[in-house]
């Protein structure tokens, strides 16, 4: 149980294009989820954290109009990549926690990785 | 606030010896901690977590932790290396309201010497 998954896992993309990244849990409803970045050999970073159904809460340094969270869905969240460009390449890592189950537990996706050309 | 310092950012081990990863924490309310696992290209899988309970907390893969409150610490061994456990290892402090808020080390790379 607790099986987060997204997709897709690696995508290339041009500059100025954007990306869109699903984060979903498999078997739990998802109250609260998690979007990190990860820069090769570098720690996770939180960019931001979405309630179901709330705007996402950012981190400080993250432009929010940039990465576009939506939460939806008790399963499904979105980070949308905007006009990416190289310096947006990265691991993105999405993880997800419920109330209802394990409420001390981040449960983490398999991460996207992003590069942008 | 809350952090993790991570000591080390490359450990080599040889096969079968001792793992010791160390994790410092500072935390201004009782904290959680979790130390989880990183294979090249995959998200992170907890190995082992303690949320106030007993201070030796066993893990996974034959991996535990000890908490300790008077240095503030919370290392990570495995009295024996295989080479499976040749990974990237992540602490992470976490306060107590919740699984909010996660904050990471730097992550301690692994190697084990056949």
């Known amino acids: 149980g607790a099986v987060v998954s997204q997709h897709p896992s690696w995508v290339i993309c041009k500059s100025g294009t954007s990306v869109k990244i699903e984060c979903r849990s498999l078997?739990?409803?998802?109250?609260?989820m998690f979007w990190y970045r990860q820069f090769p050999k570098q720690s996770l970073m939180l960019m931001a954290t979405?309630?179901?159904?709330?705007?996402?809460?950012?981190e400080q340094g993250v432009e929010k109009d940039k990465f576009l969270i939506n939460h939806a869905s008790l399963t499904l969240s979105t980070l949308t990549v905007t006009s990416a460009h190289p310096e947006d390449s990265s691991f993105y890592i999405c993880s997800a926690s419920s109330l209802g189950r394990a409420s001390l537990e981040q449960f983490f996706g398999p991460g996207t990785r992003l590069t942008v050309l | 606030a809350q952090s993790v310092t991570q000591l080390g950012s490359h450990v080599s081990v040889s096969e079968g010896a001792l793992v010791l990863l160390r994790c410092n924490y500072s935390s201004s309310v009782p904290p959680y901690l979790f130390w989880y696992v990183q294979y090249p290209n995959q998200g992170l899988q907890l190995l082992l977590k303690?949320?106030?309970?007993?201070?030796l907390v066993k893990g996974i893969n034959g991996f535990e932790a000890e908490f300790k409150k008077s240095e503030t610490s919370f290392h990570l061994t495995k009295p024996s290396a295989h080479m499976s456990d040749a990974a990237e290892y992540f602490c992470a402090v976490s306060d107590q309201t919740g699984a909010n808020n996660l904050f990471f080390g730097t992550g301690t790379r692994l190697t084990v010497i056949p």
């Open positions: 979405s309630n179901e159904g709330s705007k996402a809460t950012y």
């Open positions: 303690y949320t106030s309970a007993a201070t």
């Open positions: 078997d739990f409803q998802a109250t609260t």
